[in-house]
């Protein structure tokens, strides 16, 4: 029998203080998974876990520019280790989601289309929601390419366009679709995870979709994106 996703949330956050505006999307996790056990990691937790478990990688982690860099790099590699779900603080559950990790092993969703167009994507697969079995390949294929990214995306990009490529949601998407289709693993459409989409001006609205899809969504991500203000 396969592995099954351990029920663990996994969230993180520069401390223990998580702030007010965050709080209620916090509770609604534990809200709708009441017997799931429920992890908050902060900045030092974060970088012990490195420190502890991938040391080589301990370099690298220090060394990026930015924080948000180190908690992306941080919840692959714990992820990796722990298996269980890890998500964003802004993102709001609505209902228990253990449906959509039933006999899989890793499971992500794709932002809407429109964030994808934006960016001249076919897709981009977002990491404010992951779930994953511990040790999955497609994980070890993405803690393997942070080092290498960062220093090829440090010499291109800069800013914002750096940290996407680096450690966040493109560098996620290229490793899933270097990995391909395989079985156990789920890349969920937008309707499920992702129904709000970010507008050009920072308003969140709807995102464009059927009629069928309206009223599916697990959970929605409401893109706080504290590192980019």
């Known amino acids: 029998m396969a592995a099954q996703i351990p029920r663990i949330l996994h969230q993180t956050w520069k401390t223990e203080q998580i702030p007010p505006a965050m709080q209620a999307h916090a509770a609604s ?4 998974h009441p017997d799931w056990e429920h992890r908050l990691w902060t900045d030092a937790m974060n970088r012990d876990f490195i420190r502890r478990e991938v040391p080589g990688f301990l370099p690298v982690y ?6 948000i ?3 992306d790099a941080a919840r692959y590699f714990i992820l990796r280790h722990h298996g269980g779900v890890f998500v964003d603080l802004d993102f709001e559950c609505l209902r228990n989601i253990e449906p959509l990790l039933l006999d899989r092993q890793f499971v992500a969703g794709t932002e809407p ?3 994808a167009r934006t960016h001249g994507m076919a ?3 977002s990491n404010a929601f992951m779930a994953s079995v511990p ?4 994980l070890q294929r993405v803690c393997e390419q942070l080092p290498l990214d960062e220093v090829r995306h440090r010499q291109r990009d800069a800013g914002f366009s750096h940290v996407l490529h680096s450690t966040g949601p493109f560098m996620l998407t ?3 679709e270097a990995f391909g289709p395989a079985a156990g693993v789920a890349i969920l459409p937008p309707a499920l995870l992702y129904p709000l989409v970010k507008e050009a001006d920072g308003r969140i609205g709807e995102a464009q979709l059927s009629s069928t899809q309206h009223g599916q969504a697990y959970a929605r991500h409401h893109y ?3 590192w980019w203000h």
């Open 29 to 32: 996790w534990k809200q709708h």
């Open 174 to 176: 290229r490793a899933c």
């Open 123 to 125: 897709a981009i697969v």
């Open 224 to 226: 706080w994106g504290s």
């Open 69 to 71: 860099q180190r908690v």
């Open 135 to 138: 040790g999955h390949p497609l």
């Open 62 to 67: 220090d060394s990026y520019p930015h924080a």
């Open 113 to 115: 289309e429109e964030h």
